[in-house]
C-alpha cells in the first residue's frame, strides 16, 4: 500500500486528470498551437502557452496600466443644447447607487472593478516571482484567489454594454467616445488573450521551494 | 486517483471529506457537494426572480414631454423601431435567449443526472460547456442601464434611470451563474452504461 502511494505521488506530475468527466490521462509535451482535448467528453485538458512567463508579466503591466486609464477617463461624452455629460465606470456605480439601485452598484462595481484589478495584481504578483522560477509568498493563496475570481470578471461583457448604450444615446444626442472606450478595448483585448493560458501552469513552471 | 480544483496535482483517492492537496492546501472532493440540490436550488430562485426582472420596467427614460419606462421586452422593441435591429438582437440574445437557455439546459442536465440517465453523455457534457461559456454575458442589460443612467444627466430635458427590474434581472444572473457552477459536470458520466 505504502510503495503504491509513493509511486501514485511519483507520477503525478506526468497526470492530468479532465474536470469534465473525471478520465485520467498522461500528460503530454505540446507543441506550438496545439490544445489537449479529453477524447471521452470534448472538454479542453490544458492548451500550449505560447507566452512565456516573461511576456505574461509585460501583459500583466500593460494590463495595469490600460485599467488606470480606463477608470479614469471618460468613456463617452454626451451632448446636448450645448450641454455635455461624460461618465466613468464609477460615474456608472455612484448613479446607480443613488438612484435606488444599491445591489445592482454594488454588482457593477464587484464585477468590473474589483475582480479584474484583483485579478490583475494578483497575478502581476505571482508572474513576478515566477520569473525566476520561484513561487511567490502567498503562492497557493493567489493561485486559488485567481481560479475563484475568474468567472466572475465581466469586462468584456461591459465593452459591449458601453457600445449598446453610446449607439442607443446616438439617437438622441451627440456622442463623443472619449479615452475610456479604447482603454476599455484594449482592456478586453489583454484579458481575451489572458483567458487563453491557464494560470495554473505556474504550479509546473515555478520550483517547490516553501510555498 | 483524483486531482485538485485548484491546482490540478493528482493525487490517491481519498473518501475522507477532510482531505486537502498536499501542493495548494486546497480542500479535496471526489464531486461538488451537495451539487444536484444546490443547483436545483439556484436554478429555481432564478426562475422566480426572472419573473419580476421581465414584468417590472428596467430603465425610465425622462424628456420635456414625456415619461418612458421600459422593461427588457419593451426596450428591445424600442431598439428595433429606433432603426438599430441589430442591437436589439444583441440585447434580445443576451437577456431573453441567454437565460431561457440557461434554464432549459440547466433543468435537462439536473433531471437527467438525478434520472441516472446514461444516454447522450457527450451531448449533454458539450451543453454544460455551452451554459458555462455563455454565462456572464446576460449581465449586458444591466450594464447599458448603468451606463446611461450615469451618462443622461441632463436634468429636466432629459434623464434617464434604473428601475427595480434590473435589479431582480441582476439578481438572475448571478443565481444562475452560481447554479451552473455548483452542478458537478461529472456526475453526467457516472450513470454512463458503458464506454
Given amino acids: 500500500m505504502a510503495s503504491n502511494r509513493r509511486d501514485g505521488m511519483h507520477h503525478a506530475q506526468n ?3 479532465c474536470e469534465h468527466c473525471d478520465s485520467v490521462y498522461q500528460r503530454r509535451k505540446l507543441s506550438r498551437g496545439q490544445v489537449a482535448d479529453c477524447t471521452v467528453c470534448g472538454a479542453v485538458l490544458e492548451r500550449h502557452q505560447w507566452i512565456g512567463v516573461d511576456g505574461q508579466f509585460a501583459l500583466i503591466v500593460a494590463a495595469l496600466i490600460v485599467f488606470v486609464i480606463a477608470n479614469v477617463s471618460p468613456i463617452v461624452t454626451l451632448k446636448l443644447s450645448g450641454m455635455a455629460a461624460d461618465t466613468t465606470l464609477w460615474g456608472a456605480v455612484i448613479a446607480m447607487w443613488k438612484d435606488g439601485a444599491q445591489l445592482v452598484a454594488a454588482l457593477t462595481a464587484m464585477t468590473l472593478f474589483f475582480f479584474p484589478l484583483s485579478q490583475l495584481l494578483i497575478f502581476c ?17 493567489a493561485m486559488t484567489a485567481l481560479v475563484r475570481v475568474k468567472p466572475w470578471s465581466m469586462i468584456e461583457v461591459f465593452m459591449l454594454g458601453t457600445l449598446v448604450a453610446v449607439v442607443k444615446a446616438h439617437t438622441y444626442f451627440d456622442v463623443v467616445p472619449g479615452a475610456g472606450i479604447w482603454a476599455y478595448g484594449f482592456l478586453t483585448v489583454l484579458i481575451t488573450v489572458f483567458s487563453s493560458h491557464d494560470a495554473r501552469h505556474l504550479w509546473d513552471i515555478t520550483g517547490t521551494a516553501k510555498a | 486517483m483524483m486531482s485538485c480544483h485548484v491546482c490540478r496535482l493528482v493525487t490517491a483517492y481519498s473518501d475522507d471529506p477532510r482531505a486537502h492537496c498536499p501542493r495548494c492546501h486546497s480542500a479535496l472532493h471526489v464531486r461538488k457537494q451537495g451539487s444536484i440540490s444546490r443547483s436545483w436550488a439556484l436554478l429555481l430562485a432564478a426562475a ?19 415619461k418612458d419606462d421600459n422593461t427588457i421586452l419593451s426596450g428591445i422593441f424600442e431598439l428595433w423601431r429606433a432603426g438599430s435591429p441589430g442591437l436589439a438582437v444583441i440585447v434580445f440574445t443576451a437577456s431573453i435567449v441567454v437565460p431561457m437557455l440557461k434554464f432549459i439546459i440547466m433543468g435537462i442536465l439536473l433531471v437527467s443526472v438525478q434520472r441516472s440517465s446514461g444516454l447522450v453523455t457527450k451531448q449533454r457534457a458539450r451543453l454544460y460547456r455551452f451554459v458555462e461559456l455563455i454565462g456572464y454575458w446576460s449581465m449586458l442589460d444591466v450594464f ?3 451606463i446611461l443612467s450615469a451618462l443622461v444627466h441632463f436634468q429636466i430635458l432629459s434623464r434617464v434611470e434604473p428601475l427595480p427590474g434590473v435589479v431582480y434581472f441582476g439578481v438572475v444572473v448571478v443565481l444562475t451563474m452560481l447554479s451552473a457552477m455548483s452542478f458537478d459536470p461529472r456526475l453526467i458520466w457516472d450513470n454512463r452504461k458503458s464506454q
Fill in chain 1, 15 to 17: 497526470l492530468i486528470i
Fill in chain 2, 144 to 146: 447599458v442601464v448603468a
Fill in chain 2, 48 to 66: 422566480m426572480f426572472y419573473i419580476p426582472a421581465n414584468v417590472f420596467p428596467i430603465m425610465r427614460t425622462q424628456s420635456l414631454s414625456s
Fill in chain 1, 125 to 141: 504578483w505571482v508572474l513576478w516571482f515566477a520569473r525566476d522560477g520561484r513561487r511567490a509568498p502567498g503562492f497557493a493563496q
